[in-house]
């Protein structure tokens, strides 16, 4: 459903999406079609050819979480006990808010008309072509953890997660910070701007390949986060985490690729690294995809330490028979092969008998990967 005229040009929010999209879809002249029924992802193989070799650990554990390298897990995913409220473990705070697009220099909103889909560019198999998406607002919700240790007026440490609020992830802190495993941290999940992939508004966040999203949550964010929640945040990038999952993994990748001088920590779930960045970019015609295919081969190792997932039946989708460049399994290994010849400190799991985001596997995972990803930082920095 479009705009009319008159409220975009009432709102000034709406009015600078205009012009944006309006330069950002200028090559879109071919209609839009329903998308090809997704089969079901077959079960991957980690140990087929190509794939990365990886220590298969016994069914029900996890990887040391001091550990660097490649994992198998699974077929067992028993949640670990820290998902669970631990009696005696004193329970953060959780202070919830929104944000208004109209309040937005960075994001005044997109989204894709319902049930309307991108069509392939006929003179290039690697571009999507979206005519439907156009100006709209939209309202995103914000819920930020702080831990009963966090002395009010201190520096924290914190983790920015996207597609929030993440309830298991501050139950897992919860333990975590209590057992001296993680940092006195604050939990920051931030909600898309709604819809999905290319066109809308969380496919614009997520999958963009630039420093737009990190510069967002810098500028519009965290200030709101310390004025609503009474906390301070520390400007130091080794005290700053970003996690998520599907695009949302893929964005917590792009936040401290571009901007490493904010971000150091990266956590991520069935990350998206495949061919998804709408609108392109000549930069980065690959989306996601460059990432293991030429961006972290070709560059110098970033200071970034990166946890990250995937399932043996992560998605698959019937894009890939386009361009090649829509397996999340393929993509993941890909990611794991580049960051060990470069010299990351990473560790990346192939989760059995797992889906995309796998609840039961997060569940599983959670708390060692935030344990991981949080190596080399002091335990107690920030509370009692």
Known sequence: ????????????????????????SSCAVVAQAQPTARPTPPTRDP?????????????????????????????THTPAPEMTAQAGVE?????????????????????????????SDPSDPAKLIVTTSHPA??????AVYV????????????????????????????????????????????GNGGGDAQGSERGLEYDTMSGRYAEFVEHEVLPLVESKAH??????PDGRATMG???????????????????HRVLTYS?????????????????????????????????????MEVGDRDLLNPNVMRDGMHDWVVANESMARVLAAKGYHYQFVFARNAGHVDRAVKLQTLPEALEYVWQGYPAQPAGR
């Open 1 to 24: 459903m479009h705009l009319p005229r008159r409220m975009t040009a009432d709102c000034p929010a709406l009015a600078r999406a205009a012009i944006f999209f309006a330069a950002a």
């Open 47 to 75: 140990h087929a050819p190509g794939y990365v070799a990886a220590t298969e650990l016994p069914d029900g554990s996890v990887p040391p979480a001091g550990a660097d390298g490649n994992f198998i897990l699974g077929p």
């Open 91 to 119: 329970q953060g705070t959780v202070i919830e808010f929104t944000m208004s697009s109209a309040n937005s220099n960075l994001y005044p909103g997109i989204a894709r008309d319902p049930g309307t889909f991108g069509t």
């Open 137 to 142: 607002p939209y309202t995103r919700h914000v």
């Open 147 to 190: 831990p009963r240790q966090y002395v009010p007026g201190n520096t924290a440490p914190f983790i920015v997660g996207a597609d929030g609020p993440d309830k298991m992830l501050f139950t897992a802190l919860d333990s975590l910070i209590a057992a001296h495993r993680v940092p006195v941290m604050i939990a920051i999940s931030i």
């Open 231 to 236: 906390v301070r945040l520390t400007h130091d």
């Open 245 to 263: 999952g599907s695009s949302g993994g893929s964005c917590a990748l792009i936040m401290g690729w571009y901007h490493p001088e904010l971000y």
């Open 271 to 307: 990350g998206t690294y495949v061919n998804q960045q709408w609108p392109p970019d000549a930069k980065t015609p690959h989306g996601a995809w460059a990432f293991h295919e030429n961006l972290i081969p070709n560059s110098s190792p970033k200071p970034l330490r990166i946890w």
